[in-house]
């Protein structure tokens, strides 16, 4: 596995945003009948802004995959309201960093949780993957 570029530290957060629309509802996603932000649109918003914030930490051919998440989504949030996701690092044990996550809207916080991601080589993973559609069955890493 190659080096990593920067010090990943605890504290170190980065966002992302979304407006809620046609698209991410949870009537559009099937995860409800409602035109509300949907909970797999918030779960998604809330690990773009963990692998956003690890972004500048990887080395060449390195990324992160998500293997854990823990979330409560509190609030409904309806068409057109802006969504926040941050990502905070809570803990960092090797390769595995973890994460305090939250989203708002315009009115509070939404959702709140944790989220763990790994950080792998992007080639040995793929790799690994693949092999399990070949019939030899090697987990991937992570």
């Given at each position: 596995?190659g080096t990593i570029?920067?010090?990943?530290?605890?504290g170190?957060?980065?966002?992302?945003?979304?407006i809620?629309?046609?698209?991410?509802?949870?009537a559009a996603?099937r995860s409800?009948s409602?035109?509300v932000f949907?909970t797999p649109?918030?779960?998604a918003?809330m690990?773009?802004?963990a692998?956003?914030?690890?972004?500048v930490?990887?080395?060449?051919?390195?990324?992160?995959?998500?293997?854990?998440?823990s979330v409560?989504h509190t609030?409904a949030s309806?068409?057109g309201?802006?969504i926040s996701?941050?990502?905070a690092?809570?803990s960092?044990q090797?390769r595995?960093v973890?994460?305090i996550v939250?989203a708002?809207d315009?009115t509070?916080?939404?959702?709140?949780?944790k989220?763990?991601?790994?950080?792998v080589?992007?080639?040995?993973?793929?790799?690994?993957?693949e092999s399990?559609?070949?019939?030899?069955?090697?987990?991937?890493?992570?």
């Amino acid at each position: 596995m190659g080096t990593i570029n920067k010090q990943i530290t605890v504290g170190m957060s980065a966002s992302a945003a979304a407006i809620v629309g046609d698209s991410n509802t949870a009537a559009a996603m099937r995860s409800g009948s409602l035109p509300v932000f949907a909970t797999p649109s918030m779960i998604a918003l809330m690990e773009q802004a963990a692998c956003s914030c690890l972004e500048v930490c990887l080395g060449e051919g390195q990324t992160s995959v998500g293997t854990e998440i823990s979330v409560e989504h509190t609030a409904a949030s309806p068409p057109g309201a802006r969504i926040s996701a941050t990502a905070a690092i809570e803990s960092v044990q090797g390769r595995k960093v973890i994460f305090i996550v939250t989203a708002s809207d315009d009115t509070g916080e939404i959702g709140n949780g944790k989220h763990t991601r790994i950080i792998v080589d992007t080639e040995r993973f793929m790799k690994k993957a693949e092999s399990r559609s070949s019939g030899k069955c090697e987990a991937p890493e992570g």
